[in-house]
């Protein structure tokens, strides 16, 4: 059984045993299969935060891929979420860095999960000025942005 079949199975049974009504898109990219649901009910698959999104996103990827030969990677997304999330943290991540610029001083974000993060720093990737590095641990683990040495 293919990876996308698993997936919408899984998926299936999970909503229902969840008691949530929500269709949902599959789209296959190169190495990775997304899937976006709508629902009536986005806030409970979504959490606070977006824990509960993230935590059936890890579900998905281990019971879809378990006994598949090549691992491919499951993003899980309800109603424009994801999407949502990354603008704002790529704004955030900008705001930041201008005021990083302005005063010469470093600023820690407030802890993120790995997705969160890595869209910090490939905002600010090329973004002069700056540079990016996380630090901590799990769960509490953030980006810290600071001024670019010279030279």
């Known amino acids: 059984m293919e990876l996308t079949q698993k997936a919408e199975e899984f998926l299936k049974k999970l909503l229902l045993l ?38 059936l996103q890890y579900l998905l990827n281990i019971a879809s891929n378990k006994g598949l030969a090549e691992r491919q990677r499951i993003v899980l997304d309800v109603e424009g979420y994801r999407a949502e999330k990354k603008k704002s943290l790529e704004e955030l991540a900008k705001k930041t860095a201008e005021q990083v610029i302005s005063q010469g001083l470093s600023i820690a974000l407030e802890p993120m999960n790995p997705f969160e993060r890595r869209i910090v720093h490939m905002a600010l990737l090329d973004y002069p000025g700056v540079e990016t590095t996380s630090e901590g641990e799990e769960p509490y683990r953030k980006v810290t942005i600071f001024p670019k040495k010279e030279g």
Do not use: K, Q
Request: proline residues 3%.
């Open 18 to 55: 969840m008691g949530v009504e929500a269709s949902f898109d599959l789209s296959e990219h190169e190495d990775s299969l997304f899937i976006s649901l709508n629902t009536a009910e986005p806030g409970l698959l979504i959490g606070r935060r977006g824990e509960t999104l993230d935590a």
